[in-house]
């Protein structure tokens, strides 16, 4: 039976590299490095585009590079192909989880009690009380510290994936973005809390349920798979081909991401008073119903906006280097500011004025240093291809763009 489904007559786009999704995910990157260290500034960096976090839109570009690389994959080397790429993806971000949590539990630990920081320990106080299930829970992704739960979610994301683009390939995506959206709607009536007590009830897991990760996975979905479904048209779909939005949609959408920014800057990160109810409408962990809607009216902004965005705003080398290599530049974020709380602590006012910017500047520089150094030699994707990414694009390059197209749908 031959693996050549009938899309594969549309050729995929140019294998250009997309720089302004790379600087898109540098930006999330160093959104996230300026959130989890312990500075004085964290939390008003925070958000910084409404009620909407880089975690956000990493997942999404993350799923939407996913969609786009391993459609072209399916479409040029057929559907099992592409289902063994996503298998080798998600054990390579595995490793990187398991080595990252023997960090936090060795090194981490151990500065942890020679300084005695609380915020340290605190990271891994389930740990600390029973190690040894700690340590196969946490191989296992049962058990999630605080930073390190958003890595066992990309890795759940990466292993469903070849069978929701299997389906979206051949079937359409409306059953498979129902379902999404039908398993976002239970998470937001504790769909994983009632499976966790069954599991409890049926295995007696001894992980606390506040351990097993921040990140409500059925919720988190929905963005994935958004993400997931718009790579996978944009991979099949030339850019003068894909549908525009209609003019009172974008309007709409910009009206509330200034809604929502004005709010964010007036209120901070919440948009309520601390313990009012309401504020469950905009959660982070469960992707509230008004959270929801400020993203998605960001990426409407953003797709809309996007070919305009390409040609004319400069192009920062920075970003774009530190999201060519998101995930071990990720991996070193986490070990940055892992070291930052066991040794310096959460920041306060006894410190230096200069101590937090220097610390954010250095923490940046080191993420760097790690980007180039997997540019140089390292056997990913993007390895080794700087110089040549970068004549393509003065050549003029033919990368689609993020817009979502100017032609007729």
């Known amino acids: 039976m031959s693996t050549t489904s009938p899309y594969a007559c549309a050729p995929p786009p140019a294998s250009s590299r997309r720089w302004e ?4 995910r540098g930006l999330m990157l160093v959104l996230m490095t300026s959130t989890h260290l312990p500075t004085w500034f964290s939390i008003p960096a925070g958000q910084p585009f409404g009620f909407v976090s880089a975690a956000e839109g990493f997942v999404f570009l993350s799923a939407y590079m996913a969609g786009l690389v391993y459609t072209q994959r399916a479409v040029r080397d057929g559907i099992p192909a592409m289902r063994r790429a996503f298998l080798r993806r998600a054990l390579v971000i595995y490793a990187c989880q398991a080595a990252c949590l023997l960090f936090l539990f060795t090194v981490i630990a151990a500065l942890g009690m020679k300084f005695h920081q609380p915020a340290a320990n605190n990271l891994m106080s389930f740990y600390l009380h029973a190690p ?4 196969w829970t946490g191989l296992l992704m049962i058990y999630n510290p605080p930073l390190l739960d958003i890595l066992p979610v990309y890795i759940v994301f990466m292993l469903a994936s070849p069978w929701i683009l299997s389906h979206v390939l051949q079937g359409g995506w409306k059953t498979v973005m129902g379902a999404s959206i039908a398993l976002w709607g239970a998470a937001q009536f504790g769909l994983s809390r009632a499976l966790y007590d069954g599991l409890v009830a049926m295995t007696g897991l001894p992980v606390p349920f506040r351990e097993t990760g921040s990140f409500e996975t059925f919720a988190w979905q929905l963005l994935w798979v958004l993400g997931l479904c718009l790579g996978a048209y944009h991979a099949r779909v030339p850019s003068e081909r894909r549908f525009v939005f209609r003019p009172w949609l974008v309007r709409a959408a910009v009206g509330v991401v200034i809604l ?3 709010w964010r800057h007036l209120t901070g990160l919440e948009p309520f008073p601390q313990g009012d109810p309401l504020n469950l409408w905009f959660d982070k962990w469960h992707v509230g ?3 929801l809607l400020d993203f998605l009216a960001l990426v409407v902004v953003l797709l809309h906006g996007g070919g305009w965005l390409t040609r004319h705003l400069p192009r920062m080398r920075l970003l774009e280097t ?7 530049v990720f991996c070193a974020h986490l070990v940055i500011v892992l070291v930052a709380l ?8 006894g410190r230096p004025l200069w101590f937090d910017p220097l610390m954010f500047g250095l923490s940046i520089a080191a993420m760097y240093v790690v980007a180039r150094l997997v540019r140089m030699f390292g056997s990913g994707p993007g390895a080794g291809r700087g110089r040549r990414a970068d004549a393509a694009a003065r050549a003029g390059g033919t990368g689609a763009t993020l817009s979502v197209g100017t032609g007729p749908g």
């Open 21 to 24: 999704l790379d600087a898109l």
């Open 132 to 135: 040894l299930t700690g340590l």
């Open 260 to 262: 929502f920014f004005v």
């Open 289 to 291: 119903p008004l959270r």
């Open 322 to 328: 530190l999201g060519a290599a998101s995930l071990p």
């Open 342 to 349: 066991a040794v310096v602590g959460e920041s306060h006012p």
